[in-house]
């Protein structure tokens, strides 16, 4: 009998145990899952780097910028902040020490995040293996060297206030703009920035340039955003970065679909199409491509002909992709666009992102062809699979090869 009560006070010793073990293993998974809505990792990896461990390059129009680690290493990372410090550097752009964040860092719109949602971010983060990592200084012209001017920016852009649902919506609306304003931060891309390079709340989500790609319009207006994407096409296309006649995502934007979005609940996804269809309508970029537009004749001949020896292998004549939709044109917002900033992107750069299926990649062609080839073959795709006559010039594609600032712009 005795051995019994000895079992069973050892056994109730245990369960708070066990219960705090659950309760910490409930916390870790919901931070790695708001870790991934919040898209930390596309901007705390760079190229070829470990996931987190900073390092990753931001070409600025007033210099470059370098992500920090968020790894839990002493030496450069996220160890030793406490609970109160981590808060405050996500709702005020302030670091530990009191050094001001430039708004690289989207803390205008982390500043909406709960409490709750923060500390469990945290609480993940602290859980990675640490990484110490040296980042290289960062590069600003003067004055936005002088991280103390931060102070005042943030005086006019960062409301430091959480989220307050609209009690006149849904549970799903409030949710998507949740995703959608606070932790997916989609309007540090897709909305146009002032001459503070905040952003401008009156053209919310009209499109803008980022990192020399533009990020669309993903406002419901029917002629140069998302109006006429069905539902299921957009949630398909935030989930796995291609949809039927939109093509495929490519740039920050794949990155967003990689790293973030297509871990997201399918529940969420909707939250976030829901969202979207009501924020108000901007008229702003290039009319869509609907897949249904009639192909220009071709200004010469070097384009079709640098199409047929590079492009058409993948692409197929007709645009729509050679066994894969992520490799399809036709419908593609990227084509729609005469300026053709984000088709030299591409050609620049390449694409890639991670899927279901596996990596879906194009290479960069500036190593085979000259700017003066590629800027034909960009127009004759625009004019093929687009419908409207290309703008895309050689010194274009140099500029955008070499990595100039603000060479991206919207054509209205």
């Excluded at 809505?37 to 996931?51: L, R, S």
């Excluded at 890639?352 to 960069?364: A, C, D, R, S, Y």
């Excluded at 004759?380 to 991206?408: A, C, E, L, N």
Aim: charged share 15%; with cysteine; net charge negative.
């Amino acid at each position: 009998m005795q051995l019994r009560h000895i079992a069973a006070a050892l056994l109730l010793a245990f369960v708070p145990l066990a219960a705090h073990a659950q309760g910490d293993s409930a916390q870790m998974s919901r931070g790695e899952y708001l870790t991934r809505a919040a898209d930390c990792q596309a901007c705390h990896t760079a190229p070829g780097g470990v996931p987190f461990a900073g390092g990753r390059a931001f070409v600025l129009p007033f210099g470059v910028i370098y992500s920090p680690d968020i790894t839990p290493s002493a030496h450069g990372g996220i160890a030793g902040y406490t609970d109160d410090q981590w808060v405050r550097m996500l709702h005020q752009g302030v670091a530990r020490g009191g050094k001001h964040l430039y708004p690289v860092m989207p803390y205008d719109s982390y500043t909406g995040m709960s409490r709750e949602d923060a500390l469990a971010i945290k609480t993940y983060l602290m859980s990675l293996a640490p990484v110490p990592n040296t980042i290289p200084a960062n590069h600003l012209h003067f004055p936005y060297n002088m991280r103390w001017t931060m102070f005042f920016w943030n005086l006019f852009n960062n409301p430091d206030q959480r989220f307050q649902p609209d009690h006149t919506q849904t549970a799903a609306y409030n949710r998507g703009a949740y995703l959608v304003e606070v932790l997916g931060h989609c309007g540090e891309c897709h909305t146009p920035r002032n001459f503070m390079q905040a952003r401008e709340t009156g053209k919310q989500f009209a499109g803008s340039a980022a990192e020399g790609w533009l990020a669309y319009n993903i406002t419901p207006d029917k002629l140069t955003g998302i109006g006429s994407w069905s539902d299921a096409d957009l949630a398909q296309y935030l989930s796995t970065g291609t949809a039927p006649n939109h093509g495929p995502a490519s740039g920050p934007m794949a990155e967003a679909v990689q790293d973030s979005l297509r871990y997201l609940k399918p529940d969420d996804i909707q939250d976030i199409v829901l969202y979207l269809r009501h924020v108000k309508p901007q008229v702003s970029g290039p009319p869509a491509v609907d897949g249904a537009h009639v192909p220009l004749a071709p200004a010469d001949t070097l384009g079709p002909r640098i199409f047929a020896q590079a492009c058409e292998g993948c692409h197929l004549t007709n645009g729509q992709g050679r066994q894969s939709p992520w490799a399809a044109l036709a419908g593609a917002e990227t084509v729609g666009d005469p300026a053709g900033t984000n088709i030299v992107q591409i050609l620049s750069q390449g694409s890639h992102v991670q899927t279901k299926l596996g990596l879906m990649f194009m290479h960069p062609f500036t190593g085979d062809y000259t700017d003066d080839e590629l800027a034909a073959v960009a127009n004759y795709t625009i004019s093929q699979f687009g419908g409207r006559r290309g703008h895309v010039t050689p010194k274009q594609i140099q500029d955008q090869r070499d990595g100039k600032p603000d060479t991206g712009k919207q054509t209205s």
